[in-house]
């Protein structure tokens, strides 16, 4: 059963840091792009990042996290991470880990998603 399970959310203030990771099962993800998207409420789901299998070359789609975000992947271990650093307000929404078997990073595009974990910037 291919599974995709996201870890690392939580609560945290303005300014602070947090690591998501994903760890995938049941498939080999060198064959597959993978990303981060998240959804505020009343928002659509965005693209945050997606890192191509091919050259693990790392884009990062969502121009307000941009420098405050990296992404990378780890084929050996079958996970990928997404480090989020001077964390705003605005960041919170449900993250979700995605794979894809194309390399454009649009939800209509992913083939498998995470359950989602929820992340919550506040004083």
């Known amino acids: 059963q291919l599974q995709l399970v996201e870890s690392g959310g939580g609560s945290v203030q303005p300014g602070g840091s947090l690591r998501l990771s994903c760890a995938a099962s049941?498939?080999?993800?060198?064959?597959?792009?993978l990303g981060w998207f998240r959804q505020a409420p009343g928002k659509e789901r965005e693209g945050v990042s997606c890192i191509s299998g091919i050259n693990n070359r790392s884009t990062i789609y969502a121009d307000n996290v941009k420098g405050r975000f990296a992404s990378s992947r780890d084929n050996a271990k079958n996970t990928v991470a997404l480090q989020m650093n001077s964390l705003r307000p605005e960041d919170t929404a449900v993250y979700y880990c995605?794979?894809?078997?194309?390399?454009?990073?649009?939800?209509?595009?992913?083939?498998?998603w995470g359950q989602g974990t929820q992340v919550t910037v506040s004083s």
């Open positions: 995605a794979a894809l078997r194309v390399g454009v990073c649009k939800n209509q595009y992913v083939n498998y």
């Open positions: 049941g498939f080999n993800l060198h064959h597959y792009t």
